[in-house]
């Protein structure tokens, strides 16, 4: 039996409409399409800023938007501000335009689910063809939406359930199972997901249902039953971008954290847009000591973000401080070219933030101290921080890890564990990203315990060890220096010059073969290419030539 339920999409002459592009052409090819199909209530916008303001004035059945409103906002942050303000909801029919059609930007629109996708130029015939089509399928299961906006999901399996057993509506039953299958993955009923997507494999080939089984048998913790789907999936344009956004996830789950910064860094570039992914790959790239990726990602998010809700000076702090992270963890001339830019960047928020900057100047004082430090002006750092900086906690975690690390770096350990206590307890909830945290105060905590200098410090004491034919103090440094920063390929080659010395001299150990195999390993699986892989390959061979002293 069909249910039916009068709503708000039966008279099509009732329907008030949002088209938000900044190609005037574009409105009246839309309107031509509306007015033929009888909807007559239309409204246009030419950027983002005036589409908002008519949606704190009216509501909109149907919003249609550019991906591409370059005047302020693309239409990825625009439809999160809507969303964020209640203004679109699952009961609103979403439309999305682009001229483009590359991959990462249709996977940020498949991210945001809109009801179709149209690609520019536009035809009035194809748009009240398509447009009645979609409204169909919105009419048809309004009550399943409106249930899903309310998580009430055990509602849309009822809905579902009756709605396939409706033989007048088999042209919706995809679009009934889509949601029939992301009902049982919200109520965490993954036994079930996974049956129900197995069945409907045999009847599609969509990607939404292998995705779904995929993620209904990761949830379980069954990653070893689909590494042969994962693979297939991974190679195809149309799943790679989930599959490698699920395995983060569940490596997270599974605290495997380096295998889940891989895939979380696949997962950004195929869908680079997404602010909370951003912020997981940055997470993750500290959890890692990838001093770069860390630095890559608060730049990304900083890009990203512009111009949307999550817009604010806090990630433009968030960069400065991976700047200056980054700088104290390189050994070559790349790191002048990082505080370059981070004194550009510093100015960047002094003056984006001008009539605000009152708020952030204990923050901005820690790290004018931390630059004093790499700048090797340590004298100046230690008097602006006794003399000017608050030494107590703030409310925000980055601020205390950012007087972690100077009070660290000043020698002031005592202050720093303190801090790391109060971090700790400031990070609450059990999310992912909780849980990443966490691990990396603990990471913090031990190692600020264990090593008291900086990479560059580190290394630059290796070097004089070096050169006095202190070799295992040499070793020594350069290993802590490698626990900071172990992607640093100078360093891992450094760390090999110095076991060929070891294995030349008659201080060689057992355990000096097994870092040597090491280190050749991680320097041949790197990316370096041309005249330093020649290098490592100069070096690989002095290693397998070189002869231990035999003692008497």
Same mark, same amino acid.
């Not at 109520?187 to 080939?205: C, R, S």
């Not at 249902?209 to 590494?227: A, F, M, N, P, T």
């Not at 693979?231 to 195809?236: A, D, M, Q, T, V």
């Given at each position: 039996m069909e249910i039916t339920e009068k709503n708000e999409l039966d008279d099509f002459s009732q329907l008030t409409v949002l088209i938000i592009d900044d190609n005037r052409l574009v409105h009246d090819t839309l309107k031509r399409g509306l007015y033929d199909i009888g909807i007559n209530h239309v409204k246009c916008a030419e950027n983002a800023y005036y589409g908002i303001r008519l949606c704190e004035t009216e509501r909109f059945n149907i919003v249609i938007c550019s991906f591409n409103v370059n005047s302020d906002k693309d239409g990825f942050h625009l439809l999160e501000e809507l969303k964020f303000r209640g203004h679109v909801n699952k009961t609103t029919v979403l439309i999305f335009l682009s001229t483009e059609t590359n991959e990462s930007l249709v996977n940020s629109i498949v991210e945001l689910q809109p009801d179709d996708f149209w690609v520019k130029p536009l035809a009035p015939k194809n748009v009240k063809e398509r447009l009645i089509h979609t409204l169909q399928i919105k009419k048809q299961l309004f009550n399943m939406y409106r249930a899903s906006d309310t998580k009430s999901f055990s509602k849309v399996i009822y809905f579902a359930d009756r709605h396939l057993a409706n033989e007048r509506l088999h042209h919706f039953?995809? @679009?009934?199972?889509?949601?029939?299958?992301?009902?049982?993955?919200?109520?965490?009923?993954?036994?079930?997901?996974?049956?129900?997507?197995?069945? $409907?494999?045999?009847?599609?080939?969509?990607?939404?249902?292998?995705?779904?089984? /995929?993620?209904?048998?990761? !949830?379980?913790?069954?990653? !070893?039953?689909?590494?042969?789907?994962?693979?297939? *999936?991974?190679? =195809?344009?149309?799943?790679?971008?989930?599959?490698?956004?699920? $395995?983060?996830?569940?490596?997270?789950?599974?605290?495997?954290?380096? =295998?889940?910064?891989?895939?979380?860094?696949?997962?950004?570039? $195929?869908?680079?847009? @997404?602010?909370e992914r951003n912020k997981k790959s940055w997470d993750l790239a500290r959890l890692n000591h990838d001093h770069e990726g860390q630095y890559i990602a608060t730049r990304n998010i900083v890009k990203q973000a512009k111009n949307s809700i999550h817009d604010s000076p806090e990630l433009l702090l968030n960069l400065i401080r991976s700047g200056i992270d980054l700088a104290g963890a390189l050994t070559d001339g790349r790191a002048s070219i990082v505080l370059k830019q981070t004194d550009k960047n510093i100015k960047q928020l002094e003056s984006e933030y001008s009539n605000d900057i009152s708020e952030f100047k204990q923050q901005l004082? /820690?790290?004018?101290?931390?630059?004093?430090? /790499?700048?090797?002006?340590?004298?100046?750092?230690?008097?602006?921080?006794? @003399?000017?900086?608050? $030494?107590?906690?703030?409310?925000?975690?980055?601020?205390?890890?950012?007087?972690?690390? /100077?009070?660290?770096? *000043?020698?002031?350990?005592?202050?720093?564990? =303190?801090?790391l206590d109060v971090i700790s307890n400031q990070v609450s909830g059990d999310s992912l990203t909780s849980q990443v945290i966490n691990k990396y105060i603990e990471q913090e905590s031990i190692e600020r315990v264990e090593i008291n200098f900086s990479p560059k410090q580190l290394n630059d004491m290796s070097i004089e060890h070096f050169e006095k034919n202190r070799l295992k103090p040499a070793l020594d440094a350069i290993q802590q220096a490698l626990r900071l920063t172990p992607h640093n390929i100078k360093l891992t080659m450094r760390l090999l010059k110095i076991l060929i010395a070891l294995k030349e001299s008659n201080e060689f150990e057992e355990c000096h073969d097994i870092f040597g195999k090491e280190a050749i390993e991680v320097l041949l699986s790197s990316n370096v290419k041309g005249s330093g892989l020649e290098a490592i390959e100069k070096l690989k061979i002095k290693w397998q030539k070189a002869e231990p002293i035999k003692r008497l």
């Open positions: 039953h995809s @679009n009934i199972s889509r949601m029939k299958g992301e009902a049982y993955l919200s109520l965490l009923e993954f036994e079930t997901a996974e049956g129900f997507y197995k069945g $409907l494999m045999k009847t599609y080939t969509y990607a939404w249902v292998y995705l779904g089984y /995929v993620k209904s048998l990761l !949830k379980q913790g069954r990653i !070893k039953d689909i590494y042969d789907l994962l693979e297939k *999936l991974i190679k =195809k344009p149309a799943t790679r971008f989930g599959a490698h956004d699920m $395995l983060a996830q569940y490596y997270i789950e599974q605290a495997q954290f380096d =295998k889940a910064y891989d895939e979380i860094k696949k997962a950004t570039e $195929l869908s680079p847009r @997404n602010i004082l /820690v790290i004018k101290a931390r630059l004093y430090i /790499v700048r090797e002006h340590k004298g100046k750092a230690t008097k602006l921080i006794l @003399n000017h900086v608050d $030494l107590k906690a703030s409310t925000q975690i980055e601020d205390n890890l950012d007087k972690v690390k /100077v009070f660290h770096e *000043l020698g002031m350990r005592e202050e720093a564990l =303190k801090m």
